[in-house]
C-alpha cells in the first residue's frame, strides 16, 4: 500500500480503477497553469472542466474527494 505525503497525494498510478470523482493534480506544462481539480475518472481517462488526459494533460497525483459539511 502507497503512504501518501505530508498533504495526502499519491501518485497517480496507485489511483483506484473503479468509475468516480477525485481530486487529481495537474502539473504545469503546454502553457496551462498547475492546479489541483476535482475530477472523474470514467474508466478510460481522466476529465475535470479545463483538462482531458486523451488530450495530453496526464495528472501525476490524486487523493479522495474529503467527506462533505455536516449542517445542523
Known amino acids: 500500500m502507497t503512504t501518501p505525503d505530508i498533504h495526502g ?3 497517480i ?3 483506484p480503477e473503479t468509475i468516480g470523482d ?4 495537474f502539473p504545469a506544462e503546454d502553457g496551462y ?3 489541483a481539480s476535482a ?3 470514467n474508466g478510460y481517462h481522466w ?3 479545463g483538462y482531458r ?3 495530453g494533460h496526464e495528472p501525476t497525483h490524486w487523493q479522495p474527494l474529503p467527506a462533505p459539511p455536516v449542517t445542523p
Not at 22 to 25: A, E, G, K, Q, T
Open 9 to 11: 497525494w499519491m501518485p
Open 13 to 15: 498510478e496507485t489511483a
Open 22 to 25: 477525485y481530486i487529481v493534480w
Open 33 to 35: 497553469l498547475a492546479k
Open 39 to 41: 475530477a472523474r475518472w
Open 47 to 49: 476529465t475535470d472542466s
Open 53 to 55: 488526459t486523451d488530450e
